[in-house]
């Protein structure tokens, strides 16, 4: 079914500030190798400036989804935007003061306005939106190109140009974002049955707890937890994978051919992976119109735990086979997302929608990268181990599905109703 003018205008908004948020996001990890050379600063304390910038971009999904239930999606995302192009001309601007802890202060102000835009996006779109998987695959498709395009553009660009000035092209997107998005019309509750008024409204901290309450009494508990397990599968694997790579046998000794000296393979097969994500989120997208939301979730979390298993015994095959390897994994580690997307939309009440979306990415980008510190020291282990962790990680995740599936979803309800009469 082709997508009506309100559908194609959220999307269209929606799209631009997904692949801002990720093409911010992914050009910072460039500038890190920058800075280690500009500033006589060591490797710890850059990490711990860079982690400043992404730790906000987590735990501030939460606040995010309460300020989009109470402000409004479309104006919390022109902030966004606004935000993260301007924290990016602040980080450009800390080079007059040759600081890095004035970079620090910008990568902050990038975190906080950045930590928003998941809640607020998902919201408007499972709201506003009749066809909402095939936004949801389209919209995810926007995100893996600012994935992709991020850390090439700015790597690019630091061939001809200072980091500073690679800073402020790299916002200039962002603010003709926002002017698109002030002249951008649609209704974000075209496909909802409350009102405007009534999703906008203000919560009190008794009625925030209240409606956290709720959720949690609700189906949303375990989708919550299944979205937490594949937060932790994804950060892990898309942390360490393009070390690992690096490190096979079988790229030893690739020739990428003259004037490509010194480049990574491991590089462009992690690109592919991302790449083929694409087609993944669009797959995903549209088939959670044809497939239950917890169906397919347990499906694809089944396939990655496979895939996951099978690793180690592929990794010593040769590089075509690596390849179609990483290719399977990037197809269903992203088309899993509209699946999760999706659950949170069918399970969670309309006017709450924000706050769903906000915990929902509390738990992906927030809890999930508890991954990259327990990766870290299990890989220092045992390559087997690593893999065998991620795969515990996406088995609990089918199970949770499965849950879902079989209907515990109205048993959790009526618990939450029982509740509510209680007090």
């Given at each position: 079914?082709?997508?009506?003018?309100?559908?194609?205008?959220?999307?269209?908004?929606?799209?631009?500030?997904?692949?801002?948020?990720?093409?911010?996001?992914?050009?910072?990890?460039?500038?890190?190798?920058?800075?280690?050379?500009?500033?006589?600063?060591?490797?710890?304390?850059?990490?711990v400036?860079?982690?400043?910038?992404?730790?906000?971009f987590?735990?501030?999904?939460?606040?995010g989804?309460?300020?989009?239930?109470?402000f409004?999606?479309?104006?919390?995302?022109?902030?966004?935007?606004?935000?993260m192009?301007?924290?990016?001309?602040?980080?450009?601007?800390?080079?007059?003061?040759?600081s890095?802890?004035?970079?620090?202060?910008?990568?902050?102000?990038?975190?906080?306005?950045?930590?928003?835009?998941?809640?607020?996006?998902?919201?408007?779109?499972?709201?506003?939106?009749?066809?909402?998987?095939?936004?949801f695959?389209?919209?995810?498709?926007?995100?893996?190109?600012g994935?992709?395009?991020?850390?090439?553009?700015?790597?690019?660009?630091?061939?001809?140009?200072?980091?500073?000035?690679?800073?402020?092209?790299?916002?200039?997107?962002?603010?003709?974002?926002?002017?698109?998005?002030?002249?951008?019309?649609?209704?974000?509750?075209?496909?909802?049955e409350?009102?405007?008024?009534?999703?906008?409204?203000?919560?009190?901290?008794a009625?925030?707890?209240?409606?956290?309450?709720?959720?949690?009494?609700?189906?949303?508990?375990?989708?919550?937890?299944?979205?937490?397990?594949?937060?932790?599968?994804?950060?892990?694997?898309?942390?360490?994978?393009?070390?690992?790579?690096?490190?096979?046998?079988?790229?030893?000794?690739?020739?990428?051919?003259?004037g490509?000296?010194?480049?990574?393979?491991?590089?462009y097969?992690?690109?592919?992976?991302?790449?083929?994500?694409?087609?993944?989120?669009?797959?995903?997208?549209?088939?959670?119109?044809?497939?239950?939301?917890?169906?397919?979730?347990?499906?694809?979390?089944?396939?990655?735990?496979?895939?996951?298993?099978?690793?180690?015994?592929?990794?010593?095959?040769?590089?075509?086979?690596?390849?179609?390897?990483?290719?399977?994994?990037?197809?269903?580690?992203?088309?899993?997302?509209?699946?999760?997307?999706?659950?949170?939309?069918?399970?969670?009440?309309?006017?709450?929608?924000?706050?769903?979306?906000?915990?929902?990415?509390?738990?992906?980008?927030?809890?999930?990268?508890?991954?990259?510190?327990?990766?870290?020291?299990?890989?220092?282990?045992?390559?087997?181990?690593?893999?065998?962790?991620?795969?515990?990680?996406?088995?609990?995740?089918?199970?949770?599905?499965?849950?879902?599936?079989?209907?515990?979803?109205?048993?959790?309800?009526?618990?939450?109703?029982?509740?509510?009469?209680?007090?």
């Amino acid at each position: 079914m082709a997508l009506d003018s309100n559908d194609r205008s959220i999307a269209g908004f929606t799209m631009t500030g997904h692949a801002l948020v990720h093409w911010f996001e992914t050009s910072i990890p460039i500038f890190l190798v920058v800075w280690l050379a500009e500033f006589d600063v060591g490797v710890a304390l850059v990490g711990v400036v860079v982690a400043l910038g992404y730790a906000p971009f987590g735990l501030g999904a939460l606040p995010g989804g309460i300020l989009a239930d109470r402000f409004g999606t479309k104006r919390l995302i022109l902030s966004c935007l606004a935000g993260m192009s301007l924290a990016f001309l602040a980080i450009a601007a800390a080079a007059l003061v040759e600081s890095i802890y004035a970079i620090a202060v910008g990568l902050v102000l990038w975190g906080v306005a950045a930590s928003v835009y998941h809640p607020a996006g998902l919201s408007l779109i499972s709201t506003g939106v009749e066809e909402r998987g095939t936004v949801f695959a389209w919209h995810g498709i926007a995100g893996n190109v600012g994935i992709a395009l991020g850390p090439f553009v700015a790597a690019t660009l630091l061939i001809v140009l200072e980091w500073q000035y690679v800073a402020a092209l790299l916002a200039l997107p962002g603010l003709v974002a926002v002017a698109y998005g002030l002249r951008a019309e649609f209704d974000p509750q075209a496909a909802a049955e409350t009102t405007d008024e009534e999703s906008t409204k203000s919560l009190s901290p008794a009625e925030l707890l209240g409606s956290s309450r709720a959720l949690f009494a609700s189906a949303f508990a375990i989708v919550f937890v299944l979205v937490t397990f594949e937060g932790l599968f994804y950060r892990g694997t898309l942390t360490y994978l393009p070390e690992i790579l690096q490190g096979l046998p079988a790229m030893d000794g690739v020739d990428l051919g003259a004037g490509l000296e010194g480049i990574e393979p491991g590089q462009y097969v992690y690109v592919a992976l991302l790449v083929v994500g694409m087609a993944g989120q669009y797959a995903g997208g549209k088939l959670t119109d044809r497939v239950r939301a917890a169906r397919g979730l347990a499906a694809i979390f089944a396939i990655l735990a496979l895939l996951a298993l099978a690793f180690v015994p592929v990794s010593g095959l040769g590089l075509p086979v690596i390849v179609a390897y990483c290719a399977v994994l990037g197809f269903f580690l992203f088309a899993i997302q509209p699946f999760y997307q999706e659950a949170v939309a069918v399970y969670t009440p309309p006017d709450g929608r924000g706050l769903s979306y906000g915990y929902t990415y509390l738990g992906e980008f927030g809890f999930g990268a508890a991954s990259i510190a327990i990766g870290g020291f299990v890989l220092g282990s045992s390559l087997e181990l690593f893999f065998a962790m991620l795969a515990g990680f996406a088995l609990v995740g089918a199970s949770l599905a499965v849950a879902l599936a079989a209907g515990v979803d109205w048993v959790l309800w009526s618990v939450g109703e029982e509740a509510t009469a209680d007090d």
